[in-house]
């Protein structure tokens, strides 16, 4: 079996797709357009893309499967910063006095997805 893609709920999947192709420099398909009711995001291989679906309601409880990140170009808390300037927020911050931990942020529609520390931080942090 391939996991092909991670579907996404949206009420403006366009939006969505377009803060998710931002922050993971990934791009968007050139067949995608405003207004579209599925709209993707292009992973390299062998990651799963990530699709985009209208539907008709907003989020309105917890999800019951997210996102976990790990930098590969900066540190957590340098991902956590750009992500904020793309338009997330923080929802919850597990980050410990001693380095370790991680932070869950919303992206533009209340999705929650976490940021963790990158493998260079994990080698060189406490225990």
């Known amino acids: 079996m391939i996991l092909r893609h991670i579907t996404i709920d949206a009420t403006d ?13 990934w791009p968007g398909s050139d067949e995608d357009e405003p207004g579209d009711d599925e709209v993707i995001v292009l992973a390299p291989p062998p990651v799963p893309s990530l699709l985009f679906i209208r539907v008709p309601e907003a989020k309105t409880v917890k999800n019951r499967v997210h996102i976990d990140w790990v930098p590969t170009e900066r540190t957590r808390d340098e991902e956590v910063a750009r992500f904020l300037t793309l338009g997330a927020t923080i929802h919850q911050d597990h980050r410990k006095p001693n380095g370790r931990g991680w ?25």
């Open 13 to 25: 999947p366009y939006k969505l797709a377009g803060f998710w192709s931002e922050a993971t420099g």
């Open 103 to 127: 932070v869950t942020l919303l992206d533009p529609e209340n999705n929650e997805f976490c940021i963790e520390m990158s493998e260079s931080e994990r080698s060189t942090t406490s225990q």
